[in-house]
């Protein structure tokens, strides 16, 4: 059982922070996972700013990024795998929406896949979709068109 934990830093919290989480433990069963713990974290333009100049070296906000700790762990519940933190900017978010002409939960949605197959292993080198794990972010995202968060 996958298992997703959501939370805000520096914005007020969403009505659909919940079903943001929901989305998202059904994304990692759609693809394969199991046994996984993710979270979310929803932030302001500032906050992923600093992030992505820490650890990306790029400066300006962006709109998700992953952080994977990657570690298997024995506990009460039994072996469960810490996959990380996926960071979000729903500001980001809304205007790449705009500017690619999709709704605002359409774009969360990729946004939240492309983050978890970040922490599954999977990586591109440019924003083709020709590139393999974008081609299964967009086959996850058709999988999972039923679903939403707004």
């Keep these: 059982m996958n298992r997703t934990l959501a939370d805000v830093r520096n914005i007020a919290e969403p009505p659909w922070l919940e079903n943001a989480a929901r989305f998202a433990t059904r994304a990692m069963d759609a693809a ?16 992923i700013a600093e992030l992505n100049l820490e650890y990306r070296g790029k400066e300006g ?54 983050g978890i197959l970040h922490l599954s292993g999977l990586d591109h080198e440019t924003n083709e979709a020709s590139e393999p794990m974008l081609m299964r972010q967009e086959s996850l995202l058709a999988t999972l068109s039923e679903e939403t968060i707004f």
């Design 32 to 47: 394969g996972l199991s046994d996984w713990d993710l979270s979310l974290l929803f932030c302001d333009e500032a906050f």
């Design 61 to 114: 906000p962006t709109d998700v990024l992953s952080f994977g700790l990657g570690e298997w762990v024995d506990g009460e519940n039994g072996r469960r795998y810490i996959a990380g933190d996926v960071v979000l900017c729903p500001s980001v978010m809304a205007a790449n929406a705009a500017d690619f002409g999709v709704s605002e939960d359409e774009e969360l949605r990729r946004l939240v896949l492309h």
